[in-house]
C-alpha cells in the first residue's frame, strides 16, 4: 500500500489556523492523531474516505475540521482558533475497510498505516 506523505506543520500564535495535509491514495479511512511528549496517542479526527463521514474529538470539535479532495487523493486538517494545548505532533494514518460506530475512528489500534508526522506549536 502507498505511502502517507504529510505536510503543513508549523509554529503559530494562540488563535491562529494552520492547515495539515495528508496524501493518502486508495485508503478508506483517514485519521489524524497527535501525541505530546509524555502523553498518550489521541485521535483528533477521521474520515471515511467513501461517504464523507467525519468523527472529532470532543477537544477540536468546532475548532477543527476535516476534509478531502479526492482528486489528489489528499485529505486535510484545518485547524482555527489553535490554543498552547494543541501543541503536539501530529500523525496521519490510513486504514483500509469499515470502521464500525463513532468511536473506532479515532482509536490508533485500528490504523496499520502511519506518517511520520509533523510539528504543530502554539505559543501563548
Known amino acids: 500500500q502507498a505511502q502517507l506523505e504529510e505536510s503543513g506543520g508549523g509554529s503559530v500564535q494562540a488563535g491562529g489556523t494552520l492547515r495539515l495535509s495528508c496524501v493518502a491514495p486508495?485508503?478508506?479511512?483517514v485519521a489524524w492523531f497527535r501525541q505530546a511528549p509524555g502523553e498518550e496517542r489521541e485521535g483528533v479526527a477521521a474520515i471515511a474516505t467513501i461517504d464523507g463521514r467525519t468523527f472529532y474529538a470532543d477537544s477540536v470539535l468546532g475548532r477543527f475540521t476535516i476534509s478531502q479532495d479526492y482528486t489528489k487523493n489528499t485529505v486535510y486538517l484545518q485547524m482555527n482558533s489553535l490554543k498552547p494545548e494543541d501543541t503536539s505532533v501530529y500523525y496521519c494514518a490510513a486504514q483500509s475497510g469499515i470502521m464500525y460506530g463513532s468511536r473506532a475512528p479515532l482509536l490508533d489500534a485500528h490504523y496499520s498505516k502511519w506518517g511520520r508526522g509533523t510539528q504543530v506549536t502554539v505559543s501563548s
Open positions: 486508495g485508503y478508506t479511512n
